[in-house]
């Protein structure tokens, strides 16, 4: 409990900083109670820190769709805003046609500007994105056959949603499909911002969120790889496979399933080391009972955010300045 409180308490002071400095509405800061689902936790094997805070949940006061991956925020979508058949077909054509009857106020160059603009607020290093990636920006045609079965042309309309990406080469060498690297969708009625998307890290300034105990010692790993069941067995393996190569012979093919399951078996050590090492940065949060914690107040609360938050994770106090980039 202690670690999802620090993990929740992180993602949505993102998500908060997130609307605001992209001017989303928003009445409230996001908070662990005005969310449906928790977070998900995964490893980076990279850093002294659990970093890669995953996480997925709704606010549903205002339909908003959050993403955590790899410790950024990978997306936002306002949930049920374009024509989906979530609701069934009956629905999905009423916000069809709905849509088509509006009028976009923008074009397809201020589409741009906006989304590049939200991606700049956002973290994202727009220079890197334009230089590696192509762009394309698309304006949301509908088709609409005739009504009862009758025979006649189809007629395609307009709505005010601009879609601008940027796509890249696919990681697979035999597949010619291009890979959705930035997606944003734009209410060109509203200038309201639907979707933002980003699934390539690497296009992000900033680092990934972490956490990381601040109090942390070398008793904690000591610890932590004299107690690890995983790591005794391991060992255990490795020592029978050196006893038994010594008391007898072997074939060759023999010797090389052996070394083969020796090297195995030393990957599979080194791994679980480097998780151990992990996890001994959080082993005193995840210590925590989940009776202790319920007994906390709000300082002592606070308290575990300062301890195991490094200053870095922290969104800034102060709002981003907007400043539009423009393409020549």
């Known amino acids: 409990m202690a670690f999802n409180f620090v993990a929740m308490m992180l993602i949505t002071l993102h998500a908060t900083y997130f609307c605001e400095t992209l001017g989303i509405p928003l009445d409230s800061p996001i908070t662990s109670a005005t969310l449906n689902d928790k977070a998900f936790i995964t490893i980076n094997r990279e850093e002294g820190s659990i970093t890669g805070i995953g996480a997925s949940f709704i606010v549903p006061k205002y339909n908003y769709v959050f993403s955590f991956s790899d410790g950024y925020l990978s997306s936002?979508?306002?949930?049920?805003?374009?024509?989906?058949f979530d609701k069934g077909k009956e629905e999905f054509e009423k916000r069809r046609k709905e849509l088509c009857l509006i009028e976009s106020k923008i074009d397809k160059q201020r589409a741009y500007q906006l989304a590049t603009n939200w991606l700049v607020l956002g973290g994202v290093d727009i220079t890197?994105?334009?230089?590696?990636?192509t762009n394309s920006i698309s304006q949301h045609e509908y088709s609409f056959f005739p009504k009862g079965g009758e025979f006649g042309p189809i007629t395609v309309l307009k709505s005010p949603i601009f879609t601008v990406k940027w796509e890249g080469k696919s990681r697979h060498e035999d597949s010619n499909t291009p890979r959705d690297v930035c997606t944003v969708v734009i209410d060109g009625s509203t200038e309201k911002l639907i979707l933002w998307r980003v699934s390539e890290r690497s296009l992000f300034r900033t680092s990934?969120?972490?956490i990381r105990d601040k109090q942390s010692t070398p008793e904690d790993y000591e610890e932590l790889l004299a107690t690890d069941e995983l790591l005794k067995e391991i060992v255990k393996s490795q020592?029978?496979?050196?006893?038994?190569k010594n008391i007898q012979t072997y074939t060759p093919s023999e010797i090389k399933e052996m070394n083969d399951a020796e090297k195995i078996l030393e990957m599979s050590y080194d791994a679980q080391i480097k998780i151990l090492k992990d996890l001994s940065y959080i082993k005193n949060l995840l210590s925590?009972?989940?009776?202790?914690?319920?007994?906390?107040?709000?300082?002592q609360k606070s308290n575990l955010i300062k301890r195991f938050v490094p200053p870095e994770s922290f969104p800034p106090q102060k709002k981003s300045k907007k400043a539009e980039y423009f393409k020549e």
């Open 76 to 84: 936002f979508l306002i949930k049920n805003y374009l024509p989906s």
């Open 288 to 299: 925590i009972p989940d009776e202790e914690f319920l007994k906390m107040d709000a300082t």
């Open 239 to 244: 020592t029978r496979l050196n006893d038994s």
């Open 128 to 133: 890197k994105l334009e230089s590696g990636y």
């Open 208 to 210: 990934p969120l972490a």
